[in-house]
């Protein structure tokens, strides 16, 4: 049995099928976290040999330097314009859903209900994505000493 999930989305369950995929388990999401906070507390501690060794583990990319692993704006941007419109309109969308689904994800920590049964964030009693908090327009980081901790942002501030 094939691990990858062909989806469509002019079938008539499309969203269900999606949905399905993407609800993930509060343990998963705890899990997830965990690895992530300590992949990043190891990044602040030790910089690039962290980055590079991660690289190395996740990618099997032995980079010498992080300038090895930078690619130009230039080249990218030649890359992107060489492919076929189908190919660079499916990219394109993908990125766009990438966006959206991490955009959820930022208001459910927020306090923005979606109506989900998955994902992080409490939900509002008064209905779906009503703010728990007024004047949101996004997630801005702020430093305190050695950590990254998100602030909200205030409109016409």
């Given amino acids: 049995m094939s691990l990858i999930h062909r989806l469509d989305s002019r079938d008539a369950d499309f969203h269900s099928r999606l949905s399905a995929l993407l609800a993930f388990e509060a343990s998963t999401d705890d899990a997830i976290e965990t690895a992530v906070a300590g992949i990043l507390d190891r990044v602040r501690r030790e910089g690039d040999a962290a980055v590079l060794e991660y690289t190395r583990r996740f990618d099997g990319l032995d980079a010498p330097d992080m300038a090895a692993l930078e690619l130009p704006r230039a080249e990218l941007l030649r890359a992107l314009e060489a492919l076929p419109k189908a190919e660079r309109d499916a990219l394109e969308l993908a990125v766009e ?3 959206s689904y991490h955009q959820r994800q930022a208001d459910d920590r927020l306090g923005l209900h979606r109506g989900r049964r998955h994902g992080a964030g409490p939900s509002d ?17 702020v430093e305190r000493g050695d950590e990254r901790r998100p602030r909200q942002g205030r409109r016409g501030g």
């Fill in 125 to 141: 009693p008064l209905g779906p994505r009503r703010p728990l908090r007024a004047g949101w327009q996004g997630v801005l980081p």
């Fill in 97 to 99: 859903r990438v966006r």
